[in-house]
């Protein structure tokens, strides 16, 4: 891949690679043994090639998130040295198989990660994956009530999406970008097949909260 920006498609030619055949693997582990499906990774920004890839371990600490496990193996395992490591906000891209929940927003922006992907929403992993305390704890900590209407409250956005850190894109952001629509259909068909893949994993999930497999998270 060249230097030069790289295209919609190329950028979802590359993530949804990345999900399917580094980040699902080490989830299918971690979901057998009680963590949730959250996985993350951060790419190479001119070759589009993984640098690290982790999914959540709640096993051993509920901070552990899939972005933060992946922050943090980053910067002390694959990269220790601050000479050698790619910058996060010039080198690199981040993606995240499901848009980032309140700690990681701050965990990528205090990273400096500036560019940033998801595949699934928050009202996926609320609706798909039953999981809503990402929109809870948005709602509950950060949305300061004030005159406003419930109504408009409601229509107000979680968080700023494009700030001074970074700018947070989902998949089909970048299927807008592509040209074409039969080009739009093929993309979105993709995107399609590759969240399908998260569908055995959830349930496996599902049936450990039922089952009581161990986890550290109290948000089970």
């Known amino acids: 891949m060249s230097s030069a920006e790289p295209t ?29 499906v959250f996985g993350a990774a951060i790419l190479s920004r001119g070759t589009l090639a993984p640098l690290t890839v982790a999914t959540n371990n709640e096993r051993v600490s509920p901070l552990l998130h899939g972005e933060i496990n992946c922050i943090q193996q ?26 980032p929940c309140s700690l990681c ?30 929109i809870d704890i948005l709602q509950e900590v950060f949305r300061v009530k004030g005159a406003e209407t419930a109504e408009q409250m409601e229509a107000r956005p979680l968080y700023n999406r494009s700030n001074k850190f970074f700018e947070a894109r989902s998949f089909q952001d970048l299927v807008a970008g592509v040209e074409g629509e039969e080009e739009k259909r093929r993309w979105t068909a993709e995107i399609e097949r590759v969240k399908g893949l998260y569908a055995g994993l959830s349930e496996v999930y599902q049936e450990g909260k039922k089952s009581g497999a161990e986890s550290s998270s109290v948000w089970k």
């Open 74 to 99: 980053f910067f002390t395992v694959d990269f220790p040295s601050a000479e050698t490591r790619p910058h996060p906000r010039t080198d690199c891209v981040f993606l995240a198989t499901h848009e």
């Open 105 to 134: 927003l701050s965990g990528i922006a205090w990273s400096g990660f500036r560019e940033v992907y998801y595949l699934f929403t928050y009202e996926d992993s609320r609706d798909l994956f039953a999981i809503p305390y990402d």
């Open 8 to 36: 919609s498609t190329e950028l979802l030619s590359s993530l949804l690679t990345t999900i399917e055949r580094a980040i699902i693997p080490l989830t299918r582990d971690g979901v057998s043994s009680g963590s949730k």
